[in-house]
């Protein structure tokens, strides 16, 4: 497998669509365990396919529960909030709070075309939202929270940290 570059604020592929994956064959495959190894060695937790530089509906997620590749994925359902610091391969040293759902259901294939569903609480649920978010060509700076929910939040929660 291959350690692909990982493309950076400024570069305008980033806010570009991406397309949906139509042919699950070898190049899909390839695709997606060079994200992976892109991903571990950038010691990140997710990757979308724009991020490398391909414009295809491509995801791969590790928060610590295993790897999780997404296909053609789709926020099915959402549920709660959270607001918590988010950071981006794509943006690094770079993080700001944002606010995201607290638990999201979502629908893709697999590397086999095969239909999935996944949920996910707190970073998982971060993850799936913040990933797809590239496949649409946004980056997290359109989702920070407005300084009245931060204010908010610390108010409820005085040991909270951004």
């Known amino acids: 497998m291959a350690i692909r570059n990982i493309r950076t604020k400024g570069d305008p592929i980033l806010k ?16 997606l365990d060079d994200m992976r190894d892109t991903m571990y060695e950038a010691d990140g937790c997710g ?42 391969l794509s943006l690094p040293g770079e993080s700001g709070v944002t606010l995201r ?8 294939q697999n590397r086999n075309g095969e239909t999935v569903e996944y949920t ?9 939202c913040h990933e797809i978010d590239h496949l649409d060509g946004h980056l997290y700076t359109e989702r920070l929270a407005p300084a009245a929910v931060i204010d908010r939040i610390r108010a409820e929660n005085p040991n909270w940290e951004e």
């Open 47 to 88: 990757l979308a396919a724009v991020q490398v530089g391909v414009l295809k509906r491509v995801v791969v997620i590790d928060v610590g529960e295993g790897l999780l590749e997404l296909i053609n994925p789709e926020i099915a359902e959402v549920k709660g909030e959270q607001c918590a610091a988010e950071g981006c």
């Open 120 to 128: 996910g609480e707190g970073l998982l649920a971060r993850a799936f």
């Open 101 to 108: 759902p607290m638990w999201v259901r979502v629908c893709a």
């Open 16 to 31: 570009l669509k991406s397309r949906r994956v139509e042919k699950f064959d070898r190049r899909l495959f390839t695709l």
